[in-house]
């Protein structure tokens, strides 16, 4: 238990439904991230938030839409997908955003039919 | 660029001792030297972190040398759990991100 937690764990949609991720942390950080994680690949950054303003946009296609309504929260508003999208979706925190220690979540694994 | 290069797999047994070896070349004089571990469809997990000589915690110890070029990570009595994927990374000043490579994949076997 990491202190970070992500729901749904699992998510199955097609691609014209809309869903969204959830990521709370209970740590008390400042940052909080989104990553995503294809099949044998490194983990890509998608977006930072730190004191709930963007601070990272890693060219992210606009279907992925992030929100940080406050320092503990962080969703993945997902639109349109299309089934390269499938992957693991993880989240993490970290007290700043500039390069410390991260506490990831277990993940969200979304299959995109 | 990559900023951090490590072996893509290892193997080994139950009860011995794995080094997994890490190359930055480039390291910055504020970087720390951080590894995770990740187990399948989960999160990476912290395991340790040093800037430089030697740091031990209750899971791992990492080598650094004195130029900092490379560090090692040392997993003492390995058991099947320890079969995952384990990232070396480098973590600078404000305004860096963590940039995760392919990692080392190590197998465990009885």
């Known amino acids: 238990e990491t202190g970070v937690t992500q729901t749904p764990r699992h998510l199955v949609m097609g691609m014209t439904n809309k869903k969204s991720l959830k990521c709370e942390q209970h740590?008390?950080?400042?940052?909080m991230y989104w990553y995503k994680q294809s099949a044998k690949k490194p983990l890509e950054l998608m977006f930072v938030y730190s004191l709930e303003e963007r601070v990272e946009n890693n060219s992210v296609p606009s279907r992925f839409s992030p929100e940080c309504p406050n320092s503990s929260h962080l969703f993945l508003h997902l639109h349109t997908l299309q089934p390269e999208d499938s992957a693991l979706y993880l989240c993490a925190s970290s007290q700043d955003s500039g390069g410390e220690t991260q506490y990831f979540g277990p993940g969200t694994r979304l299959l995109v039919l | 660029l990559a900023k951090t290069t490590q072996p893509i797999s290892m193997d080994s047994y139950e009860g011995q001792e794995v080094n997994i070896t890490c190359s930055h070349n480039?390291?910055?004089?504020?970087?720390?030297i951080t590894w995770y571990q990740q187990f399948p469809s989960q999160g990476p997990r912290f395991i340790i972190q040093?800037?430089?000589t030697k740091v031990t915690n209750e899971v791992a110890s990492l080598f650094i040398p004195a130029d900092r070029k490379s560090s090692t990570l040392s997993l003492p009595r390995v058991s099947l759990s320890d079969t995952a994927v384990y990232y070396c990374l480098l973590a600078g000043s404000s305004g860096d991100k963590l940039t995760f490579g392919t990692g080392t994949r190590l197998a465990v076997r009885p």
């Open positions: 040093g800037y430089k």
């Open positions: 740590l008390g950080h400042n940052a």
């Open positions: 480039n390291i910055a004089t504020n970087d720390y």
